[in-house]
């Protein structure tokens, strides 16, 4: 199950990121499950990565690699999250950049590593380092859909978006000669369950050809982060091994500075956000798409709190999953999200535009009719009114269906 259309979108290929995807075998044969994304030597990059405590070996050492050396390739494998492994998951996956990097002549903390898939099993390292020299041998920069593919777990569709756009900064053209000032803007991302990223997602790979310095590029990420997997929730676990990554190859000679960088922003935010979404959209089991809005807050931090509390209530999920418009439900975990000094006076509540709750308690003007109405579509607004400031976010999230529980069921067998 999943929502919207799940079309594959136009990738645009960026000068200086080539990505090659193979069949190593992890976990089912035949299946693309090892990607390598091969950056050029003038490339920067900057990565959040998971706050879970318990974080994949991959993370620990794509941490390490990414404070002591200049990335030059990241190497992904799915089937197995190398998560919960000890020593023997370090071990592993510093063998991995090892045996990439000595293909490639290249510094072994050059290579970043990341995985995802099953928790608490060793990688299958013959199989594994078998498929490195496949990936290799397929690096192409219009590779973005086979990699696309090769990242998924539980994923019913690839995820990808992009965009270019004609920057007003200027170009450098001892880089890359008489250039138009056009920035390419291209990423995938995979995740479906155990999705509530508390700074990304579980994984996701952006690149752009523009050229950004090591603070501008870091600086973006963290503010699209914030808007974009950093508002999303499936479930409300954070995986052991969520990361994302932006690389800046600089090969379109297109310089962005303090000047245009308000406007590249804007541009990555858009990209960002529809990677977000299309997990949303892809959610395991999800039937709805759903948008929960909360306005009228005294802060961000307030509004967030919110609708995180709504769209994270089993109670809610289940009613959306049954086109329920059981909004009693929804005032419920408003009132338990512990605002201070909240006014429930003040509160109201929309589906879709249907206004629901006025001043607390049931609005005049509502009927059930009109309720089951508003919860028919496969895209539903929960808007939520807190009448107490000017703040306004959005989370977006699923309903919880019986599928959702019979994926999580079976999914290690």
Not at 177 to 187: E, N, Q, R
Not at 383 to 409: K, M
Request: aromatic share 6%.
């Amino acid at each position: 199950m999943a929502t919207g259309s799940g079309k594959f979108p136009q990738m645009h290929p960026v000068s200086g990121f080539r990505l090659g995807t193979a069949s190593a075998g992890i976990k089912t044969p035949g299946r693309k499950d090892l990607v390598v994304m091969e950056l050029c030597e003038s490339a920067f990059v900057a990565a959040v990565f998971t706050q879970n405590a318990f974080c994949a070996a991959p993370v620990t050492v794509a941490k390490q690699h990414l404070q002591t050396g200049a990335p030059r390739y990241l190497l992904i494998n799915t089937g197995n999250a190398n998560a919960g492994t000890g020593e023997i998951g370090l071990a592993d996956a510093h063998k991995s950049c090892e045996v990439l990097a000595d293909g490639q002549f290249v510094a072994a903390n050059q290579i970043l590593p990341f995985s995802t898939g099953v928790i608490g099993e060793s990688l299958p390292m013959e199989k594994l380092l078998a498929g490195i020299p496949q990936a290799v041998a397929a690096l192409d920069e219009n590779g973005w859909t086979d990699a696309a593919e090769g990242i998924l777990t539980t994923d019913t569709r690839p995820k990808g978006s992009s965009l270019q756009y004609t920057s007003n900064s200027t170009s450098d053209t001892s880089l890359a000669g008489d250039l138009s000032a056009t920035v390419t803007i291209t990423g995938i991302t995979k995740g479906s369950g155990m999705i509530k990223p508390n700074m990304a997602t579980m994984l996701g790979f952006v690149a752009t050809d523009a050229q950004v310095d090591p603070e501008l590029l870091h600086r973006a990420l963290r503010l699209v982060s914030n808007k974009s997997f950093n508002r999303i929730t499936v479930d409300s676990d954070t995986s052991t091994n969520d990361a994302v990554v932006l690389a800046a190859t600089g090969a379109s000679g297109v310089v962005i500075d303090e000047s245009s960088f308000d406007q590249f922003v804007a541009n990555l935010e858009k990209v960002f956000v529809e990677l977000a979404q299309s997990i949303i959209r892809d959610g395991e089991g999800a039937s709805k798409f759903v948008s929960v809005v909360v306005d009228s807050a005294i802060d961000s931090a307030e509004a967030v709190k919110v609708a995180y509390c709504i769209a994270e209530s089993p109670l809610v999920k289940t009613a959306l999953a049954a086109s329920d418009a059981n909004w009693g439900r929804i005032l419920a975990a408003v009132g338990r999200a512990g605002v201070d000094n909240l006014d429930v006076n003040n509160v109201s509540v929309s589906l879709n535009k249907v206004l629901i709750v006025e001043q607390g308690c049931r609005a005049a003007s509502y009927t059930e009719q009109a309720g089951d109405q508003a919860m028919m579509p496969e895209d539903i607004t929960i808007q939520v009114s807190l009448n107490r400031g000017t703040a306004t976010e959005t989370v977006w999230t699923t309903d919880l269906t019986y599928e959702y529980v019979r994926i999580n069921a079976e999914y290690r067998t």
